[in-house]
Protein backbone atom coordinates (compact mmCIF):
# COMPACT_ATOMS: atom_id res chain seq x y z
CA UNK A 1 0.00 0.00 0.00
CA UNK A 2 1.10 3.72 -0.76
CA UNK A 3 -0.72 6.61 0.40
CA UNK A 4 -1.28 9.02 -1.56
CA UNK A 5 -1.79 13.80 -1.46
CA UNK A 6 -5.39 13.92 0.08
CA UNK A 7 -5.91 10.73 1.88
CA UNK A 8 -7.30 9.93 5.42
CA UNK A 9 -4.30 8.23 7.10
CA UNK A 10 -5.36 5.70 10.35
CA UNK A 11 -4.37 6.71 13.13
CA UNK A 12 -0.87 5.02 13.93
CA UNK A 13 0.47 3.31 16.89
CA UNK A 14 4.32 2.83 17.47
CA UNK A 15 6.68 2.71 20.06
CA UNK A 16 8.83 4.94 21.61
CA UNK A 17 12.38 4.71 23.11
CA UNK A 18 10.74 3.99 26.14
CA UNK A 19 8.93 1.02 24.77
CA UNK A 20 5.56 2.76 25.31
CA UNK A 21 2.85 2.76 22.75
CA UNK A 22 2.04 5.93 20.80
CA UNK A 23 -1.01 6.65 18.63
CA UNK A 24 -1.01 9.29 16.62
CA UNK A 25 -4.42 10.80 15.35
CA UNK A 26 -6.91 13.26 14.70
CA UNK A 27 -8.34 15.52 16.78
CA UNK A 28 -5.27 16.88 18.40
CA UNK A 29 -5.13 20.33 16.37
CA UNK A 30 -1.65 19.83 15.32
CA UNK A 31 -0.03 18.71 12.21
CA UNK A 32 2.03 15.73 12.46
CA UNK A 33 5.40 15.64 10.41
CA UNK A 34 6.42 11.66 10.21
CA UNK A 35 10.19 11.71 9.42
CA UNK A 36 11.20 7.99 8.29
CA UNK A 37 15.27 7.41 8.31
CA UNK A 38 17.21 4.18 7.63
CA UNK A 39 19.01 3.46 10.54
CA UNK A 40 20.07 5.06 13.96
CA UNK A 41 24.22 6.23 13.81
CA UNK A 42 24.45 6.41 10.65
CA UNK A 43 26.01 9.72 9.38
CA UNK A 44 23.11 11.37 6.96
CA UNK A 45 20.39 9.77 9.36
CA UNK A 46 22.35 11.88 12.63
CA UNK A 47 22.50 14.80 10.40
CA UNK A 48 18.81 14.73 9.57
CA UNK A 49 18.24 14.13 12.77
CA UNK A 50 20.25 17.02 14.24
CA UNK A 51 18.86 19.44 11.81
CA UNK A 52 15.53 18.47 13.03
CA UNK A 53 16.44 19.20 16.57
CA UNK A 54 18.17 22.34 16.42
CA UNK A 55 14.57 23.72 14.45
CA UNK A 56 12.37 22.23 16.77
CA UNK A 57 11.22 25.95 18.14
CA UNK A 58 9.92 26.33 14.45
CA UNK A 59 8.01 23.72 14.28
CA UNK A 60 6.56 24.07 17.80
CA UNK A 61 5.72 27.92 16.78
CA UNK A 62 3.80 26.42 13.56
CA UNK A 63 1.70 23.74 16.46
CA UNK A 64 3.28 20.68 14.57
CA UNK A 65 4.55 17.26 16.54
CA UNK A 66 7.60 15.48 14.63
CA UNK A 67 8.48 12.03 14.59
CA UNK A 68 11.12 10.30 13.72
CA UNK A 69 10.64 6.99 12.88
CA UNK A 70 12.80 4.02 11.63
CA UNK A 71 12.61 0.08 11.68
CA UNK A 72 15.56 0.00 14.41
CA UNK A 73 14.50 -1.13 17.92
CA UNK A 74 13.19 1.16 20.29
CA UNK A 75 16.42 0.26 22.50
CA UNK A 76 18.42 1.08 19.57
CA UNK A 77 16.36 3.98 19.34
CA UNK A 78 16.51 5.29 23.03
CA UNK A 79 20.39 5.15 22.51
CA UNK A 80 20.71 7.42 19.80
CA UNK A 81 17.75 9.98 21.07
CA UNK A 82 20.31 10.37 24.02
CA UNK A 83 23.33 10.27 22.18
CA UNK A 84 22.45 13.30 20.07
CA UNK A 85 20.19 15.19 21.95
CA UNK A 86 16.98 14.81 20.45
CA UNK A 87 14.11 17.33 21.65
CA UNK A 88 11.18 15.20 19.90
CA UNK A 89 10.20 11.66 19.72
CA UNK A 90 11.58 8.46 18.11
CA UNK A 91 9.20 6.15 17.39
CA UNK A 92 10.32 2.36 16.25
CA UNK A 93 9.03 0.89 13.07
CA UNK A 94 10.52 -2.45 14.11
CA UNK A 95 8.02 -4.84 12.39
CA UNK A 96 7.89 -2.71 9.22
CA UNK A 97 3.97 -2.19 9.06
CA UNK A 98 4.15 1.40 8.97
CA UNK A 99 7.12 1.64 6.54
CA UNK A 100 4.99 -1.01 4.59
CA UNK A 101 1.72 0.82 4.46
CA UNK A 102 3.23 4.24 3.42
CA UNK A 103 4.99 2.47 0.48
CA UNK A 104 8.61 3.09 1.14
CA UNK A 105 10.73 -0.35 2.16
CA UNK A 106 13.86 -0.07 0.40
CA UNK A 107 14.83 -3.51 -1.17
CA UNK A 108 18.66 -2.89 -1.14
CA UNK A 109 19.71 -0.59 1.42
CA UNK A 110 23.76 -1.81 1.12
CA UNK A 111 22.73 -4.85 0.65
CA UNK A 112 20.18 -4.71 3.79
CA UNK A 113 16.01 -5.77 2.89
CA UNK A 114 13.38 -3.83 4.39
CA UNK A 115 15.29 -0.54 5.84
CA UNK A 116 12.78 2.12 5.28
CA UNK A 117 13.60 4.70 2.72
CA UNK A 118 14.34 8.24 3.55
CA UNK A 119 11.01 9.93 3.49
CA UNK A 120 9.15 12.53 5.22
CA UNK A 121 4.94 13.01 5.29
CA UNK A 122 2.96 16.05 6.62
CA UNK A 123 -0.41 15.09 8.08
CA UNK A 124 -3.18 18.17 8.92
CA UNK A 125 -4.65 17.41 12.37
CA UNK A 126 -7.37 15.47 10.36
CA UNK A 127 -4.81 13.00 9.44
CA UNK A 128 -5.19 14.01 5.68
CA UNK A 129 -1.76 13.41 3.95
CA UNK A 130 -1.00 16.77 2.52
CA UNK A 131 3.08 16.52 1.90
CA UNK A 132 5.31 13.87 1.18
CA UNK A 133 8.77 13.13 -0.44
CA UNK A 134 10.27 10.06 -0.86
CA UNK A 135 14.35 10.09 -1.15
CA UNK A 136 15.94 7.05 -3.50
CA UNK A 137 19.41 8.18 -2.76
CA UNK A 138 19.89 7.71 1.01
CA UNK A 139 22.79 9.98 1.30
CA UNK A 140 20.31 12.89 0.69
CA UNK A 141 18.82 15.21 2.99
CA UNK A 142 15.02 15.75 2.64
CA UNK A 143 13.95 19.36 1.09
CA UNK A 144 13.67 21.21 5.02
CA UNK A 145 12.17 24.52 3.45
CA UNK A 146 9.43 22.50 1.94
CA UNK A 147 8.73 20.59 5.41
CA UNK A 148 8.33 23.69 6.77
CA UNK A 149 6.24 25.36 4.09
CA UNK A 150 3.42 22.34 4.42
CA UNK A 151 3.51 22.63 8.16
CA UNK A 152 3.11 26.38 8.07
Given at each position: ???QI??E??S?T ?5 G????IE ?6 T??L ?8 V ?6 T??D ?11 V ?6 SFF ?13 NLL ?12 V ?8 I ?5 S?F??D ?6 HS?I????G???NF ?6 V?
Open positions: MSYGDIPILQDTDNYVTAGTGKKVLFFPLAFSGCTEEMCVRNMKIYESLKAQYGISIDCLKVFKKAINLNFSDFNKILSTNFGLNNDHFGMGVAKRVILSDMKLVELEDANLPEKIKKAS
